[in-house]
């Protein structure tokens, strides 16, 4: 077994954490990372609006507060879905200008300048005016493809032309933003000649736009991304990294971001028109199933190592109960340690793996409640799994019966850590007194 895990540890080591660390640093993959984080705090007020506008209660109640919010949300349902339009609707024009910022600073260019003309170009392509009014069709999840492309095209753009000086420059003495204006003219121009007639070339081939043909090329991708393999891969390569010290989850949820955003876009289409949600497997599914109180669902061992008898792990209980209830487990990680730790390698690998089949099986047989909004991933594992599902008690439920599967997964590997640690501290007491017997020099 010793000579099993030290391979493990050897390719782990040898190929996969270099692989990792130059995916991680990529910078493409960063500028996603980063226009996803500029867009979430819009993303999750569009989502929560949506849970208001369809409140949490059956059709046929006749207890007053609920059915008061039922006929005040029916009745007003055109003007409340207007924030959540202007948000969850627009999301890709908020990732656009994120990824053109963050490409941006990569490549020593001003953000602002550089995130509009990434915005400009993916409205080149994503908003066709039809009758006077541009459709907002693929302005949202549909569209997150396209988004990501033109916006890293409309930046490398705009950073080859400056690196190779084809560019309008005026005298030193014309202010910056006008000078800064001027500049970027050139860019604009290009970009123009070459998507537009891209986007028309391919509608009068094939009668789609860009989007919607990028959408049908990545189609069978996104449909995928929602299956108990695609979950358990990813839950797999997370937890392979995480536990080699490398920030897996980072790598993992900038892979699986833009698949996530277009199905919980379906999702939230389905529940606006009545229908059943389509998808499983979403960031809420993700954040407070798989991970409750951080990276291998630590928040129950963190209860576990409050009540150990080494005085050690207790001390990293202390420390880690509070920051692992808003899923930050840092200093049980590195604490315990769980990270190159033998001891936990199993249960960190296989209690987000077990439980997320645990948790696809019970909401694949509709048992539990689908994701349909988008929470802060700081929520707390159960409320965050019911604020996620419109507050149903059902991943509530969930979650906590993960939390026990994790705790009892944890347990005799904890256990068996405790001994170890319990007789290096007795030796540590022994030799004490022993060394203070010695007389100084």
Same mark, same amino acid.
């Given at each position: ?16 954490? *270099?692989? +990792? ?16 984080? +500029? ?15 369809? %409140? ?29 339009? #202007? ?39 994503? +908003? ?5 009014? @541009? ?55 290009? @970009? ?12 009068? /081939? ?22 108990? *393999? ?19 989850? #980072? ?5 699986? $971001? %833009? ?18 949600? *389509? ?12 991970? @409750? ?29 509070? &920051? ?17 730790? *033998?001891?936990?390698?199993? &249960? ?6 077990? $439980?997320?089949?645990? /948790? ?28 996620? /599902?419109?507050?149903? @008690?059902? &991943? ?19 256990? +068996? ?25």
């Amino acid at each position: 077994m010793s000579t099993l895990y030290n391979q493990f540890v050897s390719v782990i080591e040898r190929q996969i954490s *270099p692989l +990792a660390g130059r995916l991680g640093q990529q910078k493409y993959v960063q500028a996603i990372r980063d226009g996803f984080i +500029a867009a979430l705090p819009f993303m999750i007020i569009g989502s929560f609006m949506l849970v208001f506008i369809f %409140p949490p209660f059956s059709p046929e109640t006749q207890w007053g507060f609920a059915r008061a919010w039922l006929d005040f949300s029916a009745k007003y349902q055109p003007q409340l879905l207007l924030p959540f339009q #202007l948000s969850m609707g627009l999301m890709t024009l908020f990732i656009s200008v994120g990824i053109g910022a963050s490409l941006a600073r990569q490549n020593d260019l001003d953000p602002v300048t550089t995130g509009l003309l990434c915005l400009m170009a993916f409205l080149l392509v994503a +908003a066709p005016l039809k009758d006077g009014a @541009i459709s907002m069709q693929y302005l949202s999840g549909q569209g997150i493809f396209t988004a990501l492309l033109t916006a890293i095209y409309a930046a490398e753009v705009y950073a080859w032309l400056k690196r190779n000086n084809i560019t309008i420059k005026l005298p030193p003495q014309v202010p910056t933003g006008v000078a800064r204006s001027f500049e970027v003219l050139i860019p604009v121009l290009v @970009i123009i000649l070459t998507l537009h007639p891209l986007n028309l070339l391919i509608e009068s /081939a094939t009668g789609m736009i860009l989007p919607e043909a990028i959408m049908s090329l990545v189609k069978p991708l996104v449909a995928a991304s929602d299956s108990l *393999p695609a979950m358990l891969l990813a839950v797999l390569l997370c937890q392979v990294l995480w536990f080699a010290g490398i920030h897996g989850a #980072l790598i993992v949820t900038g892979i699986m $971001n %833009p698949f996530w955003m277009a199905n919980l876009a379906a999702n939230q289409a389905a529940m606006a028109a009545g229908q059943a949600l *389509p998808h499983i497997f979403l960031q809420g599914f993700w954040d407070h199933y798989l991970l @409750i109180g951080g990276v291998g669902s630590t928040l129950p061992l963190a209860f576990l190592l409050l009540r150990s008898k080494a005085a050690h792990l207790r001390s990293i209980g202390k420390m880690g109960i509070v &920051p692992g209830l808003f899923n930050i487990n840092e200093p049980i990680l590195f604490g315990a340690p769980i990270v190159m730790n *033998p001891v936990f390698f199993l &249960p960190f690998l296989l209690v987000p793996m077990i $439980n997320a089949t645990l /948790a696809w099986f019970a909401v694949d047989m509709g048992l539990v409640a689908r994701v349909m909004s988008l929470t802060p991933w700081t929520t707390p594992g159960p409320i965050g799994a019911s604020w996620a /599902a419109n507050w149903a @008690i059902s &991943p509530l439920l969930l979650s906590l019966f993960c939390m026990f599967t994790a705790a009892a997964m944890y347990y005799p590997f904890l256990k +068996a850590y405790e001994r170890t640690l319990l007789k290096q501290e007795e030796v540590d007491e022994q030799e004490s007194p022993t060394l203070a017997a010695v007389p100084a020099r």
